[in-house]
């Protein structure tokens, strides 16, 4: 009499050959591990937990959701929602319409791909594992926008400063925010497509801060670069 032991997870199931009668269920929410006898390539048996365990082809579903993909300074931060019992992380990246490649394994629910390029898109799937069973990831994409920058922040008047911003690679426009306060609390913002802007009506004998980020589409939202090193320009 031979027995097998089938981890079922979300469409993936492996089979390997025991010899040890006992049953067993595996700690990863959504996976049933158990060792049942082996019937002409059928399954049947129960679970040490008493739940029945119909035939081999019987699936559960266990998905890690990305919960936000960012851009940052150093690269594009994925962070998904942690998955009971899961042992560490697959990182999935796909770069335009090519394929899926991994290039990470962490233990983490964040990680940041420090390897992406300004101005292309990427997919990124993030799969839960536990022993040699794995899930599933959903896919969220996101364009790599690096390099925002106050080029230059100057007084125009008394209660004006003219700004000019650095061009971004694939970027439809830019969100501006300036504060008198340099933790920007309080601070007021101005979306502009172009690359100057004259902020008015300020207050004179303030000192202003100012800094930038860079905002394009992606599926009907708006994904933003990291915000820029704030300058300051004091009004007479």
Known sequence: MHFRKIALLNNFMEVAKTTNKSTKTSALNGVKTVTIDGISG?????????ESVKSSTEKSHV????????????????KCSAVS?????YVYRKTGSGSYEKIASTTKTSYTDKTASSGKTYTYKVVPVSGSAKGSGTAKKIVRLTGAKVSSAKAKSFTSIKLTLKTVKKAAGYQIQYSTSSDFSNSKTVTVTGTSKTLKNLKS???YYVRVRAYTTVNGSKVYSAWSAKKSVKLS
């Open 63 to 78: 998905t890690c959701t990305i919960s936000s993909l960012t851009n940052t300074s150093s690269g594009i931060k994925a």
């Open 42 to 50: 059928t399954a049947s048996g129960s679970s040490d937990n008493s």
């Open 85 to 89: 019992g899961a042992s560490k992380y």
């Open 205 to 207: 004998g303030k000192t």
